[in-house]
């Protein structure tokens, strides 16, 4: 008895935790889906990182998807969300997450919020959340999204990443979603001591790497770490970096 008794209010717990986020996502058909992307695409690949995979569970990913993709929002795939852009595979938006180790309450810099999705995520981890998107269409899209699904204490931005965000510098972590063929001197810059990066860095139809990126006594340490296909970073003239 006692044993049921403990479980129900563990049950309990769960939900009232639940019941904070956001979205107050029920446990419907999409949780379970959620669940269950979790277990074969993250935990079978090695995320361990309990709030990284809190985060996963809570974010609604199939509302950042648009329309006819929507039914494959939790594939094993990145899916295209117009413009020619792509939201990320999940593994990557939880490689990239749980590399940078997000404590609540640190200022995370994201270039190329795209569909808004990672965005959340890092919000969830309860980061204070600065992206900057340089396609005016995709940043309204993520702007509705976000607040559609209760995300509201982001502030993002529609313009050249590449620059960074340098009124709120330094940031504590900065990653980035597009690849440049180098790594953007500003982004260095405003990586506050003790801070990482994650970056895909090469060109379009090369390979490219994910590298973190380091600050340590103000110098800057990285290593190569994932290999990766990331959409080019641009200009305002739509050239590549
Ligand atoms: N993080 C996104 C992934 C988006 S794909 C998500 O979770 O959905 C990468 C995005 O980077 C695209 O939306 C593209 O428009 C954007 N991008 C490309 N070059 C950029 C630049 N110089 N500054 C900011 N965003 C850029």
Redesign the pocket.
Known sequence: MKGVLSCWIMILLFSAAAGQSPQNQSRGEEWVRREEMIKTQLIARGITSARVLEAFQKVPRHR?VPDPYRRYAYADQPLP?G?G????QPYI?AYMTEILDIKPGEKVL??????????A?LSEMEALVY?????PV?SEM?RKALAGTGYENLRLKT????QGWPEHAPYDAV?V??S?SAIPGPLKEQLAEGGRMIIPVGKQYTIQYLVLLEKKNGKIRQKNVLPVR???????KGKN?
Request: charged share 10%; with cysteine; aromatic share 12%.
């Open positions: 950042f969300i413009e852009q792509t939201i990320s938006v994201e270039i190329g919020t795209g569909s808004g999705y990672q965005a995520i992206s900057v998107e340089i396609n995709l993520a313009g050249d990443g590449y990653l979603t597009c440049p990331f959409v080019p970073m641009v200009n305002e970096y």
